[in-house]
């Protein structure tokens, strides 16, 4: 039952992928940021080690900010972890954190011939303190989106407590063209943006 579960998921994901669309200008910057963190998928979480004292830790993690084919969403990295993972007991122990995001973690450096490593892919990072999701609306917003977008992740072991964690934001730099490095954003105006980006022109993956 179980897998005939995971299954159906499977299928609706598939069926429901989609192209990003286009991101908005480059010298729209908090645009970019934002949906950068709409459209990927993963993120990099880098955290000061338990495991390693002294040394930072990097780990790619599952991400999802609302449903993929939705406009709507919140800006907010989030995550689902289990308290025996090592990145958990990380930011358990000192929550302090940054992710980095990649336009390459979506489809639009691949398909402009953009390298990862060139300013015009889009890079952004969001600096803070991780602390736990317990309110119940925010909950179901976090689940809506990351089954859907990583099917396998409902069907996680009970067992193991996975809980979903977010970032509360502190610091954003942003890098997205030629001419200078990462530039700060306001945090205050990163969370109140509107996204204006349309899905009409995307194109459905089979």
């Known amino acids: 039952m179980i897998w005939r579960a995971v299954i159906v998921c499977c299928l609706v994901a598939v069926a429901t992928a989609y192209y990003e669309p286009t991101p908005p200008d480059h010298e729209d910057l908090i645009g970019t940021a934002r949906w950068i963190v709409k459209y990927s998928n993963i993120s990099v979480v880098a955290t000061n080690s338990v495991l390693l004292p002294g040394f930072p830790w990097a780990k ?110 502190q610091n954003i730099l942003v890098l997205d063209y030629f001419g200078g490095p990462h530039k700060h954003v306001s945090v205050e105006d990163y969370l109140n943006y509107k996204p204006t980006w349309g899905l009409e022109e995307s194109n459905t993956v089979f």
């Not at 790619?60 to 689902?80: C, H, Q, W």
């Not at 489809?107 to 892919?121: L, V």
Request: with cysteine; aromatic share 12%; net charge negative.
């Open 60 to 169: 790619t993690k599952d991400v999802a900010d609302g449903l993929y084919n939705e406009t709507f969403s919140r800006g907010i990295p989030m995550i689902y972890s289990s308290p025996m993972a090592t990145l958990t007991h990380d930011f358990t122990a000192d929550p302090k954190v940054t992710f980095a995001y990649s336009a390459e973690f979506t489809h639009w450096c691949m398909d402009q011939d953009i390298d990862n490593d060139s300013p015009t892919c889009g890079l952004i990072a969001l600096s803070g303190e991780m602390e736990e999701v317990t309110d119940e609306d925010e909950i179901a917003f976090a689940k809506l989106g990351m089954f859907q977008r990583h099917p396998i992740t409902a069907s996680w072991p009970p067992g193991h407590g996975f809980r979903f964690y977010k970032l509360a934001i």
